[in-house]
Nanobody, 127 residues
Framework: QVRLVESGGGLVQSGGSLRLSCAASEHTFSMYPMGWFRQPPGKEREFVATITWSNRTYYADSVKGRFTISRDNAKKTLYLQMNSLKPEDTAVYYC?????????????????????WGQGTQVTVSS
């Protein structure tokens, strides 16, 4: 069983920055695609960003140029650097692992493609 634990959420003013972290218990963390999703209040969960095992990245249009996904395989940790935050970025943010697509070159942008999820961390952006 893989355990993912997010941290780094909080309250920030519009235009500010936050960095989210996701620590994984899986020792083969480096082999799998990882993703960030978010769920705004009253809405469905949506894709934010994904990173392949070889560090290729792909973003939702709504965050492109503002957010950066990265991974530190030695620390088994996934990151999401969020800059120029907007009130519409307010959501619970989740990290996820696709534990089946070992060394896959593809991007995974659908929630059902991920097997393991963290508990989520709240990000609130005030105007």
């Amino acid at each position: 069983q893989v355990r993912l634990v997010e941290s780094g959420g909080g309250l920030v003013q519009s235009g500010g920055s936050l960095r989210l972290s996701c620590a994984a218990s899986e020792h083969t963390f480096s082999m799998y695609p990882m993703g960030w999703f978010r769920q705004p209040p009253g809405k469905e969960r949506e894709f934010v960003a994904t990173i392949t095992w070889s560090n290729r990245t792909y973003y939702a249009d709504s965050v492109k140029g503002r957010f950066t996904i990265s991974r530190d395989n030695a620390k088994k940790t996934l990151y999401l650097q969020m800059n120029s935050l907007k009130p519409e970025d307010t959501a619970v943010y989740y990290c996820a692992m696709n534990n089946l697509a070992i060394r896959s070159p593809y991007y995974y942008t659908k929630a059902y493609e991920y097997d393991y999820w963290g508990q989520g961390t709240q990000v609130t952006v005030s105007s």
